[in-house]
Structures are given as C-alpha cells and as structure tokens.
C-alpha cells in the first residue's frame, strides 16, 4: 500500500515537473494538472492511510477510523485546482490567440519600435 | 465574540458577485458601488485598528472552538496591514475610475474587490490551510486583473504570472501535507505549541515543510532565485493594477513574520536558524538584482518594477534578522515601499499616457512637464531612500537595527550601494523622460484646452495632449501624502510599531488568545 501510493506521488510528480519544463502552454497545463493529482494524492496520504475505515468517530469507544480532515482538505484542494486549471486554459487560449505562439518565454522587443497597443505617438501627429 | 472581525472579508464577497452580475452594463452604478464598497471596507478597517490596541481578538467562525474550526485573528499586526489594504486600494480605485481603466475591460470592479477579499482575509487568518484558501482568492482575482484590457505581451505575461503561482500553489499543499503529517493539526496557535514538542524523529519533516513554506511565501515576495516573474508581471500589467499589486509582495512578507515569529520562532529546534541561513543571502541578492534592474532598464515601467523588487530585498533584509528592533525598521520600511511603488506606478501610468510610450528616451515633451516631473522626482528620491522623504528613514531605521557583526557588512554595503545605484538609475531615467526631452522642438503645438483638430486625431492622441485633471492626478498626490505623514510621524509611528513587534514575539500572548487556554487551565 505505501509503496503504491508512494511511487504514485513520485511519478506523477517527476512527470508533471518534466511536462512544466518544456514550457509550451498545453504541456504546462497537463504537467500542472498531474501536479495537482499529485498533491492531492499526497494531502490524502498525510493522515496516515486507512482501507476500509470510516471517517467518523464512534460513539461507543474503540472502533478505528480514518483521520477525516484530509479528506476535506483534498475536497478543497481539488475544487480550487479544477477552478484555476480552467482559467490556465483561457488565459493560455487567450494568449496563444493573441500571439499565434504558445511559447512560455517572452522575447524583450529589442529596439523601440511600434509598440502594442499605444501605436505611434508623434509620427503619426506630425 | 467580535462580529466586525470578519466584516472586511464579508463585505467585498457579498459586494464583488453584486457588482459582476447585476452591475456589469452598468459602469457608473459598478464605479459607485465599489467605491461605496471601499470607502466602508476602510472605515470598517480603521475601526478595527482602533479596537487591536489591546490582546488578540479572535473570531471563531461557527463558533467552533480553536483547534477544530477555523478563527481569524485580529492582533496590531493584521490591523494594520488590513487598514494599509484598505487605503491603498481606496487611492488606485479613484485612479482607476478617473482615468478609465476600469471600463477598458469587463469586470474590474467585481475582481477588484475580490482580490481585496482575498488579501484582507490572507492578513487575518489564524489557520495555515485557510491561508492557502486566501492566497488562492487573491491570485485568482488578480489574474483577471493583471489581463485585465488584453493585448499581446499583456496576455503572455500574464500567462507566465499564472503558471508560475500554480506551480507556488502546488508547494503551498505538499508543505501543509507535510506539516499536517507531522504535527497532526493546521491552526497556527496550536502548530505553534506542537511544534515545541515536535519529537527527534519528526524534526527533518517540519524543517522540510519549514523550507518549502518559505519558498513559497517568497515566489510571492518575489525573492532571488524565484523573483523572475515580478518584472514581467508589473510591467506589463494595468498601471493602477500594479499599484494594487504593491500590496501582494507584501503578502509573502506578511506570511513570513507570521509563520516565522509563531510557529518556526526562536527557540524551535527543528527550524533553528532557518532564516538567517536562506532568506538573509537570498535577500541581498535580491537588493542587488532590483539596483542593477533600475540602472539597465530601458522602458519606464519594467524600471519601477525593478525598483520593487529592490525594495522588497531591502524588506526582507530587515526581515531576516527577526530581532524586534530590525522587525520595527521592517514594518515601517513596509508601509513606506507599499505606497512608494504604488506611488510610482499611479505616476508611471499618467506619463505614459501623454507621451503614448514607456520607452526612456527624449520626445517632446508632453503637456505639464514640470508638474510630472515634480511628482516623478518626489516618488523616485522615497523609492531611492533620499531624504527628506520616508525612503531615508526606512533604510536608516534597517541600517540601525543591523549591526550585528555577523551581517553588518554584507546587509550594510547592499543596501547602500544598492540605494546609490538605484538613484542612478532613476537620475538617468528622470533626465532623459523630463530634462531632455523639453529640449527637443515639440513638432504640434500642444494645445492644452482643446482637442478639436481638423485632421482628427486618434482617442489616444486626444488622451495624449489632454492636461491631466484633479481627480487624475489626486490620487498620486495622495500617495505621495501619505509618505510624507509618515515622514513627519516617524517618531508616533514606530512608537506605535515597537507595540506592534512586540506583541508579534510574543508568542504566548497569542496562543493563550486563540486557544482560551486560561478558561481552560
């Protein structure tokens, strides 16, 4: 069991850092993703692991239970990383219509030429 | 229990959604309600600034009891970072309602107050894992917002702002993963008792999720080796939203006194010297980027943005040292680089606009030279540390409170030399964008009172040749105003913050508040 969940976490890990390094914006959504299974994984593993206990006290004394709080932490977790996943989506999608690029890099313009959006001040007044 | 705890996160999350949805084809009644919105958040900021003065209040949400729900917790310390939230976005609003970078896009006003949510609630937290929450708030609005009006490099930047706080988020959970395995709990007051007890087996556990805490809060302090987003990110963003963003960097600041005063103080074992071996270095390498930043940068705004992050090493120079004296310069040395930097981006975005380019080189000059010279001069000389502004007496009080033998040298030579080389950079920057450019022969006149010309000029070019009004400029001003307050009250001020780290080191103080330990015991 730990060594399942264990290597689990690790490869998920070593493969979304891998995806994020390539810095191309689709691959950087996926490595991001699979960071956050892995994290999630991860937050569950944190209150020890437990097969078949339920997350709740028992009135009467000794019967085991798994600790409940990850849980609710992993439940957090995931509805912010689904949330932010999505707008990664439409900020890259923005920035890849924008640009015709999906690059992550950005390439300082090197001289002072047209610029965006302001366009050409006195050149054109003059 | 004290209801009017919670009231600054309530209020925008109840308002923001108002605004985004019934207010959105709506800008005057969207501008009116979120100032309304603002103007109550700092009255409602004051008052809890005033009602701080005493022991920690704590708000126990549902009324759980501490260790098992979640508080918020009003010492000196959130309070006054709440209340410099509340002003500092009180003056970018009206900046950015007076110039209309507000109505260049959709939802400003809704995401505005959403990241003001965000901030205020990261500020008054009492639990680790709510924190995460609120730091997710605050990146979250402040994504729209930094893409807020599009545009080509506008959009790239703000796709490597978002990547690169995902990535800082995801560290954020496995650090709380780690810390949780360890210790078995998240509310701050209590990790701060477990962790004296933490036992010899768990010690590389806490210190690993120590470590991974601290990188996280500096990706958002925007420290050295990961401060490579901060230029990208403030120079291409909404000039008012970079003003706003002035606040964020603080965030992290924040989170480290906090964490490192509380749960990793003095005296743990675990984390022992933690600070002083990473952030101190990291710190001064970052004083040295942001000079050199200053003095390489050819666009205005990557400029200013260079200068933040020099004054963000300086803070965190001071913070380093976790002494109350160097905690005292450092919360005065905060107060002062938040309004600075966003007195230089309010001021930025006004030039900008006249001279339709942030590029720095001479054009003709623009209309009101002098008066943006005037204000360029009073910002740059408080974000250079000159006197008489209160730059100087920020890096005077750090320098001060360094003088410990072990890092006199390395803290005092950054900081100076940094300072020096920044004034350079913003001496050049000043004389090209002001001086020289009134020696070249402006080729229209400028006409001042009117914009009617025959060859119909551009709403950029109009814009261009607009003098700028009251209410544009007012809001630099009032930056610039409050600097010199704090210049003129140095002296009521760290009176007041010596009260302020005082209570901060006192740790007891803060644990016995949260978890009522004396009605217990």
Known sequence: MEIVIASTVGTLTAAGIYLILRLRAFAIILGLALLSYAVNIFLFASGRLAINMPPILNPYGDAAYTDPLPQALVLTAIVISFGMTAVLVMVALGAFLESDDDRIDIEEPATEGPEQGTGKGEAGAS | ?521
């Open chain 2, 1 to 521: 229990m004290n209801h009017w705890i919670i009231a600054p996160v309530v209020l925008p999350a109840l308002l923001a959604p108002l605004i985004g949805f019934v207010m959105r084809h709506d800008v005057p009644l969207a501008r009116t309600a979120s100032v309304a919105g603002t103007l109550a958040l700092m009255a409602i900021a004051v008052g809890l600034f005033v009602m701080s003065m005493g022991d920690p209040q704590v708000y126990y949400l549902g009324d759980w009891p501490a260790p098992f729900g979640i508080v918020l917790v009003l010492d000196r310390l959130s309070a006054l970072m709440v209340l410099l939230t509340t002003v500092l976005a009180f003056i970018v609003l009206i900046h950015a309602i007076a110039t209309g970078w507000d109505a260049r896009g959709w939802h400003f006003h809704a995401l505005f107050q959403f990241q003001l949510m965000g901030i205020i609630g990261a500020f008054l937290t009492g639990d680790i894992f709510n924190l995460f929450v609120f730091f997710e708030i605050l990146l979250i609005a402040s994504y729209g917002l930094m893409i807020h009006s599009g545009g080509r490099e506008r959009m790239r930047a703000g796709l490597q702002y978002v990547v690169i706080n995902l990535a800082g988020s995801t560290l954020f959970l496995f650090a709380l993963g780690v810390l949780y395995a360890s210790t078995g709990t998240l509310n701050m007051a209590d990790l701060a008792v477990r962790m004296q007890e933490v036992p010899e087996g768990e010690a590389a556990l806490v210190r690993v999720a120590a470590m991974l805490l601290m990188i996280v809060f500096a990706l958002k302090a925007a420290l050295f080796p990961i401060q490579f987003w901060l230029p990208g990110t403030y120079a291409n963003a909404p000039a008012p939203v970079a003003a706003l963003f002035a606040i964020m960097t603080k965030v992290g600041a924040y989170s480290i006194l906090r964490i490192h005063t509380l749960i990793f103080g003095p005296g743990i074992e675990a984390t022992h010297g933690l600070p002083g071996t990473w952030l101190f270095p990291a710190a001064i390498v970052t004083i040295a980027i942001g000079a050199l930043g200053v003095l390489g940068a050819r666009r205005l705004m990557p400029l200013i943005a260079f200068s933040v992050l020099g004054s963000m090493g300086t803070l965190m120079v001071a913070i380093s040292a976790f002494t109350p004296v160097a905690t005292t310069a450092a919360l005065y040395y905060l107060v002062h680089s938040t309004f600075s930097a966003a007195a230089l981006f309010l001021m930025a975005d006004l030039v900008i606009t006249r001279r339709q380019s942030d590029w720095l080189s001479a054009r003709p000059a623009t209309v009101q030279n002098g008066l943006f010279a005037a204000l360029f001069f009073a910002a740059a000389i408080a974000m250079a540390g000159m006197p008489p502004l209160s730059g100087f007496l920020g890096k005077l009080l750090v320098l001060d409170a360094l003088r410990d033998p072990g890092i006199i040298g390395w803290a005092w030579s950054a900081v100076l030399i940094g300072s020096l080389v920044t004034i350079v950079g913003f001496a050049r920057a000043g004389s090209l964008l002001f001086w020289k450019s009134t020696s070249i022969a402006v080729d229209l006149p400028p006409a001042p009172d009117t914009g009617e010309d025959a060859p119909a000029p551009s709403a950029a070019e109009i814009a261009a040749r607009r003098p700028v009004g009251v209410a544009e400029v007012a809001p630099t001003m009032a930056a610039l105003a409050v600097l010199g307050a704090i210049t003129i009250f140095a002296g009521p001020l760290t009176s007041f913050l010596d009260g302020t780290t005082a209570q901060l080191f006192d740790r007891e103080g803060y644990v016995t508040s949260v978890l009522k330990l004396e009605t217990e015991g």
